[in-house]
Nanobody, 125 residues
Framework: QVQLVESGGGLVQAGGSLRLSCVASGRTFGSYAMGWFRQAAGKEREFVAAISVSGSSTYYVDSVKGRFTISRDNAKNTVFLQMNSLKPEDTAVYYC??????????????????WGQGTQVTVSS
């Protein structure tokens, strides 16, 4: 079992940057593939990025490629989402999630067994 807690959200102007963090409890963080999802008001939750257990492989939705970077520090049980060149359409609640390593890179939320509570990101125009 792993518990996830996100932080780092906030209000930023378009073109700005934010760095989200997700800290996991438990000793098994290093065995999970990790992902970030987001849900805008009135919309379904969508995949944003994912990272393999080792961190050597990363995956992104097309709309954030070149602007967002996912990374992880297994020694600190933490996964990050660096968000640059933010746009108003990036406004959403951002969630981190953990999945079995067999689902590395998956964009399907049902394959992620553990979820954080979310952190709000608001980008003003």
């Amino acid at each position: 079992q792993v518990q996830l807690v996100e932080s780092g959200g906030g209000l930023v102007q378009a073109g700005g940057s934010l760095r989200l963090s997700c800290v996991a409890s438990g000793r098994t963080f290093g065995s999970y593939a990790m992902g970030w999802f987001r849900q805008a008001a009135g919309k379904e939750r969508e995949f944003v990025a994912a990272i393999s257990v080792s961190g050597s492989s990363t995956y992104y939705v097309d709309s954030v490629k070149g602007r967002f970077t996912i990374s992880r520090d297994n020694a600190k049980n933490t996964v990050f989402l660096q968000m640059n060149s933010l746009k108003p359409e990036d406004t959403a609640v951002y969630y981190c999630a953990a999945a079995s390593s067999i689902y590395t890179g998956s964009s399907y939320e049902h394959r992620y067994a553990h979820w954080g509570q979310g952190t709000q990101v608001t980008v003003s125009s």
